[in-house]
């Protein structure tokens, strides 16, 4: 009979031989692709379920999840990050790397599993029947409906639909290190000049969705959309340290979830706003477990929420520092408290911990900009101690269009955002939940601790009102609307088990129609809401009496291994059809693809920042932003490198001219806009050097004779 290790050990060496194949086979067929995507995640999954064990024994499930993606992340983006620092940053060294990483992970011992703390829940969750089909079928037209609905309607077209950012500073940064093997980052020369000193995690996050495809950036754009799902699981975790029951957790989870702006609109998406809010909440969940049980694993868990939190978006390190100071109080509240010298050591872990996971763009900022924070000026006491751009200032951005708010007109007529039931939900509970938990019997320590979990939602809107720039969208403080949602929840708990499941069922069939009406007509809305509420009641009267039996982990691997086998052939057809129907709506770009050929050309692009789509369906161009001076070594931002923007120079057409001699570009896009630069002039003044070979009324392509 074979032994329970070697069969453990079955499932990661396949992975990891799958990967090494994916990483050393020259031309595998896309249907191979796929089953490498597969390996990858599932190496990951598995290294991370690992870590997350060893460090949170204690924890629930749900936390035990939010902890293990988070891992899983770490252990991709950082060892990606590093070879990209050295220059190796390609598919094969990257997968081999993976293939190790999962070996690894089962050199990990598991801690002593011990049963989770009350009020966090464990195996099966004993619903009320009624409620229980309730949350499941609005579930299906809340969140599974709407986001498999977005997948098949955007498959087959090119990225970028979503977000402005994706197709400028997202994708292209993807598709420049896809070229170079190194974490260069673009210089736009026109819009924000900042961008190419951002935190890169969610970058880095989508090329390693590149690697298995090698050219294909079918799941690299789409890279949100785990960050959004695992922000869920996050926000239910939460809610069950919190105490809440697992119904009230869907509840809140759900309400989240029912907001188009961020489901499905932002999660099929390149961006970093969802990648956010998933750290913020991880980081939340980390720290709670840290402040109630002050050991390293829980301080290791909560600084690598925290410092990939701060390695995504700048942004992060507003959310990180406010997470800190929930640390600390908590810390000072708690009876009995750690004696000193733990202490400082679980807070030197959680700071070395949080620097190894995010602390690479900071650190390349200060060595080459001499500021961690480069553009923004950071000022103490009124004295400037790391220097930047005056215009990264919010003294200086304040004067943008974009920063002038209505405060209560954003707050309370703005459903595009909110959704239509934030008013009555979202809206009110982050206001009275704070004081409500504070006011609450109980012991003080559960008092304080969930009042400032409740407190933040207001804390993130602050920080977003004063400390940024932007107030067009709500993007920016997701998590504090999923935590106003966990608010709405517990009040409803709070009202007692009877009217909170009357409060709950009411709202949950309110967003089942709100979201029905995106699709459909009032009435038919209407009407689709009274059928969900009649299969629930169906449901919960008729499944409980059809006898299910659960199939065994052996046998449930056993035919999702097979499913996947099955399902390789025809998901690697829908990967080949995306490849040669991704610029089909692209004019422009698709035009550059016939000129170019398969194998390519290199391509000089000015305008408007937008240059992703140009470097093709297959990212076969390489496209840069050619300066007009001679310092062409600046025209990317590396380590080491010059902070100069070479296109804020006035430079000669003759210097631009030999840089494309000397870079062998081939074809010139200009995108136009209010905006013009001089390249576009000086090619209609030389026509014996270029060609006008296409014109819309946004897009030049000139042909560049060498």
């Known amino acids: 009979m074979t032994n329970r290790p070697t069969l453990r050990l079955a499932a990661p060496a396949g992975v990891a031989a799958l990967l090494a194949a994916g990483a050393l086979l020259p031309d595998p067929p896309r249907a191979f692709q796929i089953l490498v995507l597969a390996a990858l995640l599932a190496a990951l999954g598995i290294s991370g379920q690992r870590i997350a064990r060893r460090l949170l024994p204690e924890a629930g499930p749900l936390s035990r999840m939010t902890a293990a993606f988070t891992a899983a992340v770490a252990l991709a983006v950082v060892p990606a990050t590093w070879l990209g620092h050295f220059g190796f940053l390609r598919p094969a060294p990257f997968l081999l790397a993976m293939a190790t990483v999962v070996l690894l992970s089962q050199l990990l011992s598991d801690s002593s599993q011990l049963p989770p703390r009350g009020g966090e829940g464990r195996g099966g969750w004993p619903l009320g029947r009624v409620e229980t089909a309730l949350l499941a079928a609005a579930g299906f037209v809340i969140l599974v409906l709407p986001l498999g609905k977005a997948v098949a309607d955007s498959f087959d077209l090119a990225p970028g639909r979503n977000s402005f950012d994706d197709l400028s500073y997202h994708l292209t940064a993807v598709a420049t ?33 590149l690697a298995p495809f090698r050219d294909s950036d079918v799941a690299a754009r789409w890279v949100e959309l785990p960050f959004a799902l695992f922000s869920l699981v996050a926000l239910a975790a939460i809610a069950r340290r919190l105490g809440l029951s697992p119904r009230a957790a869907v509840f809140a989870v759900l309400l989240y979830a029912s907001l188009r702006r961020f489901f499905p609109v932002l999660a099929l998406g390149a961006g970093n706003d969802h990648a956010t809010a998933f750290f913020t909440l991880a980081a939340l969940d980390g720290i709670l477990e840290t402040a109630r049980s002050p050991r390293p ?12 939190l701060v390695g995504t978006k700048y942004i992060g390190v507003l959310n990180a520092a406010t997470l800190l100071a929930v640390l600390a109080l908590l810390v000072l509240v708690r009876r009995p408290r750690p004696a000193l010298p733990a202490l400082a050591g679980l807070a030197a872990l959680l700071a070395v911990t949080m620097i190894a996971a995010g602390g690479y763009t900071y650190l390349r900022n200060a060595v080459t900009a001499g500021n961690p924070l480069f553009p923004a000026p950071i000022h103490l006491f009124g004295r400037e101690i790391f220097p930047g751009w005056e215009g990264a200032t919010m003294a200086f951005r304040s004067r943008f269009p ?16 909110f959704g239509p039931l934030s008013p009555f939900t979202l809206l009110p509970a982050a206001l009275l939940a704070p004081f409500a938990a504070a006011l609450r019997k109980g012991p003080r320590d559960q008092r304080i601790e969930t009042a400032l979990v409740f407190v933040l939602p207001g804390v993130f809107f602050l920080e977003f009102l004063y400390l940024m720039h932007d107030h067009r969208d709500v993007r920016y403080f997701a998590a504090g609307i999923a935590l106003a949602a966990l608010a709405f929840a517990w009040l409803t708990e709070r009202a007692g088990p009877r009217a909170g499941f009357a409060i709950r069922t009411l709202v949950l069939l309110a967003a089942t129609a709100s979201v029905l009406t995106r699709a459909f007509s009032p009435g038919q809305a209407l009407l689709g809401t009274l059928l969900v509420a009649a299969a629930a009641l169906g449901a919960a009267h008729w499944l409980p009496r059809i006898p299910v039996r659960l199939p065994t982990p052996r046998l449930a691997g056993i035919a999702g291994l097979a499913l996947l086998l099955i399902a390789a052939i025809p998901a690697g057809a829908a990967v080949a059809r995306y490849q040669n129907l991704k610029l089909r709506d692209q004019t422009a770009a698709f035009t550059l693809e016939q000129l170019a050929g398969p194998a390519g050309a290199r391509v000089a692009y000015a305008g408007l920042n937008q240059p992703y ?3 093709g369906s297959r990212l076969q161009n390489d496209v840069r932003y050619v300066p007009s001076t001679r310092n062409l070594a600046a025209q990317y931002y590396t380590w080491g490198g010059s902070i100069d923007f070479p296109f804020r120079t006035a430079g000669r057409y003759q210097t631009w001219r030999e840089n494309l001699e000397r870079l062998k570009i081939g074809y010139v896009v200009i995108l136009r806009s209010r905006w013009e630069n001089p390249e576009r002039r000086w090619m209609a003044r030389h026509p014996e050097g270029f060609r006008l070979v296409y014109e819309d009324s946004q897009t030049e392509i000139w042909e560049v004779g060498l």
């Open 613 to 615: 789509l140009f470097f």
């Open 177 to 209: 290190w896809h070229h170079h093997g190194d974490l260069r980052m673009v210089k736009f020369s026109m819009g924000d000049s900042g961008t190419a000193f951002y935190p890169i995690l969610s970058e880095i996050a989508a090329w390693t969705l």
């Open 297 to 308: 694993g829980a301080a290791a868990s909560a600084g690598l929420a925290l410092g990939l």
């Open 402 to 417: 974009e920063y002038q708010i209505d405060i209560p007109r954003f707050l309370t007529a703005r459903p595009d955002l």
